[in-house]
């Protein structure tokens, strides 16, 4: 009989909830990907993480995933709208590609923020994905923009209360 593997487990928790181990495999695969694989010296540590109402989604790797304790991760920024949110850092580490986890945290924290009020969510996608945010309901909501040399695009989408 084919079984399909069980959904990947979803996390959530504010700074102050992270366990440290947690939160060093967080930043550590946002560090080794955004800054060590796609060549992007920034500051990727931006004092955002640490903000009270600042929310951060991952998927945990296998207890068995030295290498990949985090295998997937987003984050949740308020904005100065109370209505609207910015997912950011939205990253799955190398050994974890191709199975569907970013689509999944990214579907977990949109029904959060819809469950809890949020009219929409923006984001700065590398240019090259927004057809995959294009396909969890996302928009271009601007022009296209370099950050740290690499083209972004805003997209917006709207939750419908």
Known sequence: MNHAPPPPEVRSAAFDALDPRTAYAIWRLRVDVFVVEQECAYPELDGRDTEPTTRHWWVPGAPDDGDA???AYLRVLTTTDPHRA??????????HRGRGLAATLMRA???ALRAAGTDAVVLDAQA?????????GFSVAGAEFLEDGI?????????GG
């Open 128 to 136: 090259h994905l927004a057809h995959w945010y294009a396909g969890l």
């Open 86 to 95: 910015r997912i950011g850092r939205v990253v799955t580490a190398p050994a």
């Open 151 to 159: 083209p972004h695009v805003p997209m917006r989408r709207e939750l």
């Open 109 to 111: 924290a949109l029904d």
């Open 69 to 71: 304790p985090v295998a």
